[in-house]
């Protein structure tokens, strides 16, 4: 039991790193590769969103190797299926980084039911299901959505291969992704932050995000 607690409080402990960054502001420090799929019903109206966060190698690791120490074999699973639900509450805070956009109007998200935290490789995968909180009809108009930890402490870019899944897109529809065009100022602006500096400007990852264009043709 003892060493249970020592394991949660060393997984809570980077759970801030991921989590906190609201607060401590950096050039990034952590890297998520993105896939995202979006769902939608037969009248072309968005559901919500299935996501898959790839974590980079460093950090996977570290988590990985405190899972595995964190008791018998046995339990492996369990522990895995616990902090894939500790990841989830915190990140329920600040809307799982997502901000979704449709007639102008920012969206609101529902409560995230189905999550699982995977091993893949050396590299850890958290996968969950964001609803919205009302379905969009999409012919009305498109939907945007960008992810991104507000600091840039975190970087968090579409996946090269099958960052975006189209699969559960309905007849007539598009995804689009437009990379952020980005000046030499914003970056050196970013790469001098240490972990201990906040940046002047409180969205700058945003200009470091991609944005996704949602549409569909009537």
């Known amino acids: 039991m003892r060493r249970y607690r020592m394991l949660k409080d060393v997984l809570l402990i980077l759970l801030l790193l991921l989590i906190t960054a609201t607060k401590v502001n950096a050039h990034p420090h952590v890297w998520i590769d993105l896939r995202i799929k979006p769902v939608m019903n037969e009248q072309s109206a968005l559901l919500g969103l299935e996501q898959a966060w790839r974590f980079d190698p460093f950090y ?3 988590l990985i ?65 964001l609803p919205l909180a009302q379905p969009l009809l999409l012919k009305d108009s498109s939907f ?55 940046s002047e400007d409180p969205e700058l990852g945003k200009h470091f995000a991609e944005q996704v264009t949602l549409g569909c043709l009537e």
Not at 114 to 121: F, K, Q, S, V
Request: glycine residues 6%; charged residues 25%.
């Open 144 to 198: 945007n959505y960008q992810i991104y930890d507000p600091t840039y402490y975190i970087e968090m870019l579409h996946a090269t291969e099958a960052g975006l899944d189209k699969t559960g897109l309905t007849a007539g529809c598009q995804l689009e992704l437009k990379a952020p065009t980005l000046s030499s100022n914003l970056i050196e602006q970013a790469l001098a932050l240490d972990k201990t500096e906040t």
């Open 60 to 62: 996977s690791l570290v």
């Open 65 to 129: 190797e405190e899972l595995e120490k964190g008791g018998v074999a046995a339990e492996l699973e369990e522990r895995y299926d616990q902090l894939a639900w500790e990841i989830v509450k915190n990140l329920n805070s600040v809307n799982f980084f997502t901000q979704g956009y449709f007639l102008q109007a920012a969206s609101q998200w529902g409560q995230v039911t189905e999550a699982t935290l995977l091993r893949r490789g050396q590299r850890l995968e958290l996968r969950f299901y």
